[in-house]
């Protein structure tokens, strides 16, 4: 079985969830994964350089349109090539993006066949690719099993897939190859707006102290960014603490805020609502501070300490600053 991944990259880098996407590919499919990499000219060697060991093959496309991002003439190269290909791939995968959500049902509809969108894991059973989605909010997972299609698409989101390499490190092979796309796309690139300078991609720190409404105030959450500071870690919180404006949307984990996977995440004063454990429950170490004993938080967290956050997080913060000297 043949697995595509559609490498997302912006300025000359790889997305992180590229890595994941590949290595969850090529656990899919025994390594034989091949990385597609739609680019500007000039742009697509450096790209596939990053790729090199992870998948094993990379099939590059360099064409005016791809130098900004532009889901239709994505689209249109990538249905190009998956019917010219002399092994067609049984599944397209994608991250769950701007981009992704642009380009792959348009690549559905091009190629006719069954697409499914934000999906947190992938996997074989049978012959039969089965995607699993959250839905109700968290409250449940639903399996797709796409049976009997030919080929499948499916985005990922961002942050639920393990990103360990998997693929044999191999060479990777390159195949430059060309597409013929239409000049008039129906759509085009006007502008890239930077996030404003100053905002956090909470989703890329390695250690977060994640405040919840347990801190009462925002003038509190001082509380949690001398521990952050302490450890070198970024602030993060749960959606009460944005809703009171205590802290920008950006900082928030959970459904509706961002997946989080950090090494560790410190949970202060947050309960642990589905809604919340959902996107931070696949952190490498939890440690919980609650005063409830019974607070969700706890059934996830590898370590838990009940008791009062005002009281917990300045003695961590002391004994981080202690042991730095
Ligand atoms: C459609 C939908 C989407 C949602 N999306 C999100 C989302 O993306 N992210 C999110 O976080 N939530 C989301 N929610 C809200 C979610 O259901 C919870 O309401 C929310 O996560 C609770 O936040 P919290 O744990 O900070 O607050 P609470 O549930 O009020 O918990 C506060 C905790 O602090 C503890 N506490 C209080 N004082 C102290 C103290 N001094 N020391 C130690 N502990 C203390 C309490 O024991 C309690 O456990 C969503 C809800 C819906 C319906």
Redesign the pocket.
């Known amino acids: 079985m043949s697995v595509w991944v559609v490498c997302e990259h912006r300025n000359g880098a790889l997305r992180e969830v590229t890595y994941e996407l590949l290595a969850h590919g090529a656990a899919l499919c025994m390594g034989a994964v091949t990385a597609v990499i739609l680019a500007g000219p000039g742009e697509g060697e450096a790209l596939a350089a990053l790729i090199n060991g992870k998948a094993e093959r990379t099939l590059l496309v360099e064409d005016p349109s791809m130098s900004a991002f532009n889901g239709t003439a994505q689209a249109l190269a990538l249905a190009s090539l998956a019917e010219g290909a002399q092994e067609p791939p049984k599944a397209i995968l994608g991250a769950h993006s701007a981009a992704g959500m642009d380009w792959a049902p348009t690549l559905a509809g091009k190629l006719s066949c069954p697409a499914v969108t934000d999906a947190v894991a992938l996997s074989m059973e049978g012959d039969s690719l089965t995607a699993t989605r959250v839905v109700y909010?968290g409250k449940l997972q639903s399996k797709i099993k796409l049976g009997g299609a030919k080929m499948v698409i499916a985005t990922i989101r961002p942050g639920s897939l393990e990103d360990e390499p998997k693929a044999a490190s191999v060479e990777t092979s390159i195949e430059a190859t060309s597409v013929s796309l239409p000049s008039e796309l129906g759509k085009r690139f006007i502008a890239w707006v930077e996030e404003a300078a100053g905002d956090v991609d909470i989703s890329q720190a390695d250690i977060l102290v994640s405040v919840?409404?347990?801190i009462?105030d925002k003038e509190n959450i001082d509380v949690a960014e001398a521990l952050a500071e302490a450890l070198g870690a970024t602030v993060s919180c749960?959606?009460?603490?944005v809703d009171m404006n205590w802290l920008p949307k950006e900082r928030?984990?959970?459904?509706?805020?961002k997946t989080v996977k950090p090494k560790v995440y410190i949970a202060?004063?947050?309960?642990?609502?589905f809604?919340?454990a959902t996107?931070m429950k696949d952190s490498a170490m939890i440690i919980a501070?609650?005063?409830?004993p019974k607070?969700p938080i706890f059934q996830i967290a590898h370590y838990g300490i009940v008791?009062?956050?005002?009281k917990v997080a300045p003695a961590l913060t002391a004994a981080v600053r202690a042991a730095k000297g």
């Open positions: 909010g919840g409404r347990g009462q749960s959606r009460p603490v928030q984990v959970g459904i509706s805020g202060l004063g947050i309960s642990g609502a809604q919340h996107a501070v609650n005063k409830d607070a008791g009062d956050l005002f």
